[in-house]
């Protein structure tokens, strides 16, 4: 296992952030179970998405910015990049935010944690090899196992679990469509493409190491989406039914209750791992992709002074994401409207990922047949049909009109 674990499973936990919990703990809250079958259908999305961004990495050598810069005009490649930055503006607030809220729940107050973990983590960028960061994300990994057992520790009923993961549960009200999108934001976000393909890149990938990559993408994606499941069924036994939540934080603390202040511990120290390890992995997937597009020297392995635009621009994202979250911030929006964001902005990345994969000219006999082709253009219509349904209910919202 450890020996598969890399680029595909980082990426893939990192999606089950600050912002992810809270909005996997809302899904529970609000509609119960009723959206697990939903996160089955995501799980297959996330699946053939990270599998294609890290096909790409290992067979080109060459990280997603890198290939859109290649491949496109000049204009087409800033409009991507602008993308990615756009969604992750306000992620890396929020997983600060995350930490500071978790550490809160243990009796710390935020001012005391924020600054040493950005920190620690601005060091392990910028002190580590890649080899040595890819450890310490996946050691932050093994925080994720603390769901599963606050999900126990919850007592769902399991024949209703069962009935949701088997049965299409859909409601066409704007509420249930507004957390459809930010349950993809969350789970298929554009940095996690990014993070995934250049970080094959950076770990040194061959073509022949392809079927262990595959293997770490596949099966990063479906333990990922396995977490996110663990923790709305633990936040809809406990809680379900009662409205949506607006913070990871509030999930952990309604859980006392009903499942014990253990479940609140567990669910407190899954909350300090996934935002340290997002906190580390949303701002590398814009240096990786700004490096890219730029054509300049990116990796976690190389010093400041040889990779001065790839390690300030980290260096700026830590700065700032640890600033604003020590302010008094409407966190709660920002969760909330970072993975609505994500949900918007994922189609668009996902649009230049497919039209990668689909190209002989870069994958050569690796590039998406017909089958896989038509599944992944409907993986991406998907994503996008649920985002414009949003938009176009957002916009008459505010013109009145629903």
Known sequence: ??????????????GNDAAGIATYASAGSQFVYGTLFF??????????????????????????GALIREQFSLRLTGLAVFCLLLANTGLVVSEFAGIGAAFQLLGLP???????????LWALVLFGSYRWAERIFLLMSLAFFAYPVAMI?????????????????????????LLAVALIGTTVSPYMQFYAAAGVVDRGAKPEDYKLIRADAVLGAVFACAISMTIIIATAAAIGGTGPLESAAQAAEALKPVAGQGAELLFAFGLIGASALAGAVVPLSASYAIGEAAGVERSVSRRFRDAPLFLGVFTA??????????TPVDVIQLLIGTQVLQGMVSPIVL?????????RSVLGPAANGPRYRIAATVVVLCVAAMSTILLAQTVLGWAGWV
């Open 1 to 14: 296992m450890t020996a598969i674990a890399g680029p595909g499973l980082v990426a893939a936990n990192a």
């Open 39 to 64: 996160m089955v259908l995501v799980t297959i999305a996330l699946v053939m998405v990270q599998e294609m961004a890290v096909r790409l990495g290992a067979y080109t050598g060459k990280g997603l």
């Open 110 to 120: 935020k001012w005391a944690v924020i600054p040493p973990a950005a920190l620690m």
């Open 153 to 177: 520790l919850g007592h769902p009923h399991w024949e209703q679990v069962g009935s949701g993961l088997l049965v299409p549960h859909m409601h066409g009200s704007q509420a249930f469509i």
């Open 317 to 326: 994202q830590i700065v700032l994401g640890a600033a604003v979250a020590m």
């Open 351 to 359: 649009v230049y990922l497919l039209v990668l994969t689909n190209r």
